[in-house]
């Protein structure tokens, strides 16, 4: 099972399938460590419109009403980090069905 890891940190891909951990006292990070509901929260940008979703644990893929799709949509929020969000979250909900 996960850490319950509240701590506020955000993902930058410096390059592909290299991500840089913004936060105190982490230098790299195993993304596998983070769950996909936890997912949004690595990313900063997204934060302002998650309470935009209608749906609480939207995942902003295939929700409509999404506050994310939105953002993108009016420029606050740029299109590679959404597809770097994508990404990441297929990768993490392969993992998490091949745990058991
Ligand atoms: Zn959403």
Known sequence: MGKNTTTKI?????????YLVDTPGFQ????YEIE??????????????VEECE???????KEENCGIKNAIQNGKI???????????????????????
């Not at 790299?28 to 993304?31: F, N």
């Not at 996909?36 to 302002?48: G, H, Q, R, V, W």
């Open 10 to 18: 955000s993902l930058y891909e410096i390059e592909k399938n290299t």
């Open 28 to 31: 790299t990070m195993d993304i």
């Open 36 to 49: 996909t509901k936890d997912l949004d929260k690595y990313f900063i940008e997204f934060k302002n419109h």
């Open 55 to 61: 749906f609480v644990g939207c995942t902003h893929i």
């Open 78 to 100: 740029d299109i590679s980090r959404y597809e770097n969000y994508i990404k990441i979250y297929n990768d993490l909900k392969d993992k998490e069905e091949h745990k058991w």
